[in-house]
T-cell receptor, first 111, second 114 residues
Framework: GQQLNQSPQSMFIQEGEDVSMNCTSS?????WLWYKQDPGEGPVLLIA?????ELTSNGRLTAQFGITRKDSFLNISASIPSDVGIYFC???????????FGPGTRLSVLP | NAGVTQTPKFQVLKTGQSMTLQCAQD?????MSWYRQDPGMGLRLIHY???????DQGEVPNGYNVSRSTTEDFPLRLLSAAPSQTSVYFC?????????????FGPGTRLTVT
């Protein structure tokens, strides 16, 4: 089935640093969603993107819908310990309601 | 609003046993879905529903059945559990055809099949 790639697979950063991660696809999407998952919990929606080139912020988080419509980016500024978790991207084609999920980026924040 | 609720939170089954994972939402969402999450992999769609009485298969439907008799509830049935079905199961819901596709997830059911 359709695959999304997320990079990096995992990252270790110092508290206070900025973080960048991305999600790429071989096909075009019309919607991108970014989620964060804490251990033992369900994914929590962070940001939704609906237009190519769109840049949307949610507090210290900023996500962009790539111009090619085959990628999306998530940035976290001034990371804090509670940013630890797995970040998933999900893409939706212009037909149907279903999303394809990436394998996730595992973020660790060192004090 | 409670959002999306799932029961049970944990379950251990023996091979061949059957069980139903419950999912309910109180947001009046038309679309509901079931995913499984395995280590190192993203969420994979099992079944979904775009409204009461309508269900369809996702990417990995084998071994699972669903029904949607009400807008609120979307149970997932394992008819004869297999060790390959050991996973974490998430239910999600969203509006349908309103231009907003954000899916909201439940807390998950952690299933072990021995």
């Amino acid at each position: 089935g359709q695959q999304l790639n997320q990079s990096p697979q995992s990252m270790f950063i110092q508290e206070g640093e900025d973080v960048s991660m991305n999600c790429t696809s071989s096909s075009i999407f019309n919607t991108w969603l970014w989620y964060k998952q804490d251990p033992g919990e369900g994914p929590v929606l962070l940001i939704a993107l609906y237009k190519a080139g769109e840049l949307t912020s949610n507090g210290r988080l900023t996500a962009q819908f790539g111009i090619t419509r085959k990628d999306s980016f998530l940035n976290i500024s001034a990371s804090i310990p509670s940013d630890v978790g797995i970040y998933f991207c999900a893409g939706r084609h212009n037909y149907g309601q279903n999303f394809v999920f990436g394998p996730g980026t595992r973020l660790s924040v060192l004090p | 609003n409670a959002g999306v609720t799932q029961t049970p939170k944990f379950q251990v089954l023996k091979t061949g046993q059957s069980m139903t994972l419950q999912c309910a939402q109180d947001m009046n969402h038309e679309y509901m879905s079931w995913y499984r999450q395995d280590p190192g992999m993203g969420l994979r769609l099992i079944h979904y529903s775009v409204g009461a009485g309508i269900t369809d298969q996702g990417e990995v439907p084998n071994g699972y059945n669903v029904s949607r008799s009400t807008t609120e509830d979307f149970p997932l049935r394992l008819l004869s559990a297999a060790p390959s079905q050991t996973s974490v199961y998430f239910c999600a819901s969203s509006y349908q055809d309103r231009g907003a596709y954000e899916q909201y997830f439940g807390p998950g059911t952690r299933l072990t099949v021995t």
